[in-house]
């Protein structure tokens, strides 16, 4: 894999690898929090909680919907009074009725699964939430349901509108007493991110750019990444979506303990220890070299793990085996990065890493020639919408 370095620091060529901007629009991601928690308060998410607190708490929609679900989830943790699940398929489970509440996102507001869950929640008597573009067929929808419609900007790319696509749903987290302090937690989250955009942009060199480095140390590795607490896993989830989107690169995502502790397995394979162990590789050109042994050939391509630690919020179990994954993975030649979640509430944390990882997927896409904006493959599936 060809991995240009010099791009990074270089403003006229990193400029021309970014045609559409991205990063302009991800340094948006603490406003987005900021302005999308007073719209929803605008938009009468309020009346959402007068009913009291629901049974369920489910969010419906796919992309980048599934990431806002798992913002919400982080939020509620696991002393929630009421579960939030995140529903990405469609129709609504059998369970869902009267008493629970269906929060529906869409970045475009046309999305056909969360449309069609938006007229079935209404059908069984749900209370409803919808947030998407302004004049959409989703805003229809919520506006005949008589339900809160939060309008957020629908020209601003979806893997850059996170934070605009879930901010109302812990607005609405906190109406319906599923999350606590998360008034306080979205501000600490909006200057989190305000910070690492600082940080991160563009014309902060690569020696003292944390997105920057991030990407060059995952630049031709295969990633895993794990968490090791629920903001953490979030957090890998989300950061193996902006790889897979923006740099167009596979990634094992998963937490500790489950499902890494089935997933270091893989230490011991091909892109691991076995890939650090082969040695040569057969002749470059010609008929010997298809017959070749591909046994024996180099793979160059090596596992790389990036841990995201929560200090102070990981079970002492997960802990120790975090610690212990570290020395499996040195001692199987697969290199480790370690990054810190900060922050008290658990968005704010979330949000520390999610920040990181959102640059880092786009400096990754210009490190090895891919436009971090187009989707052709994604575009092409869409032709069945
Ligand atoms: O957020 P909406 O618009 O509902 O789309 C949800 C997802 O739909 C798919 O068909 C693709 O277009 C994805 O890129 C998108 O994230």
């Excluded at 419609?149 to 979806?158: L, T, Y």
């Excluded at 303990?257 to 082969?278: K, S």
Aim: include cysteine.
């Amino acid at each position: 894999m060809y991995v240009d370095e010099s791009v990074l620091d270089d403003p006229a060529r990193l400029a021309a690898a970014d045609p559409g901007d991205l990063l302009r629009e991800i340094a948006t991601s603490g406003r987005q929090v900021r302005e999308t928690w007073r719209l929803a308060e605008e938009a009468g998410v309020g009346r959402l909680g007068a009913d009291g607190r629901p049974r369920a708490v489910l969010v419906v929609g796919t992309g980048a919907a599934a990431g806002a679900a798992e913002v919400l989830a982080t939020a509620a943790g696991p002393t929630s009074p009421a579960p939030v699940i995140g529903h990405h398929d469609h129709g609504l489970p059998g369970w869902v009725g009267v008493a629970d509440v269906v929060l529906a996102v869409s970045g475009s507001g046309r999305s056909p699964l969360t449309l069609n869950a938006v007229e079935e929640a209404d059908r069984r008597g749900c209370r409803i939430l919808a947030v998407g573009p302004l004049g959409t067929p989703l805003h229809y929808l919520a506006d005949r349901a008589r339900a809160p419609f939060v309008a957020i900007d629908g020209s601003r790319p979806e893997r850059a509108s996170l934070w605009a696509l879930a901010t109302p749903l812990l607005a609405a987290g906190a109406t319906l007493g599923v999350c606590r302090d998360v008034a306080a937690g979205a501000e600490a989250a909006a200057a989190r991110l305000e910070e690492i955009a600082t940080r991160s942009r563009p014309s902060s060199e690569s020696f003292v750019n944390p997105a920057k480095l991030l990407a060059l140390e995952l630049a031709g590795t295969l990633p895993m990444i794990w968490g090791t607490s629920p903001a953490t896993a979030a957090a890998a989830s989300r950061a193996a979506t902006q790889l897979a989107v923006t740099a167009k690169y596979p990634v094992l995502h998963g937490g500790l303990p489950h499902p890494a502790i089935y997933q270091i397995a893989a230490f011991d394979g091909v892109f691991g220890a076995r890939g650090a162990a082969a040695t040569g590789g057969g002749d470059d050109d010609g008929l010997d070299d298809f017959f070749r042994d591909r046994v024996d050939d180099e793979l160059t391509t090596r596992l790389r793990l990036i841990l995201l630690r929560d200090p102070g919020n990981e079970h002492p179990d997960v802990t120790r085996r975090a610690d212990t994954v570290v020395s499996v993975a040195a001692e199987r030649g697969v290199g480790v990065t370690e990054l810190s979640a900060a922050g008290s509430h658990p968005v704010e944390r979330l949000a520390s890493l999610v920040g990181l990882l959102d640059y880092a997927s786009v400096y990754l896409a210009m490190l090895i020639g891919i436009d971090p904006s187009l989707e052709p493959a994604i575009h092409d599936l869409d032709r069945v919408r």
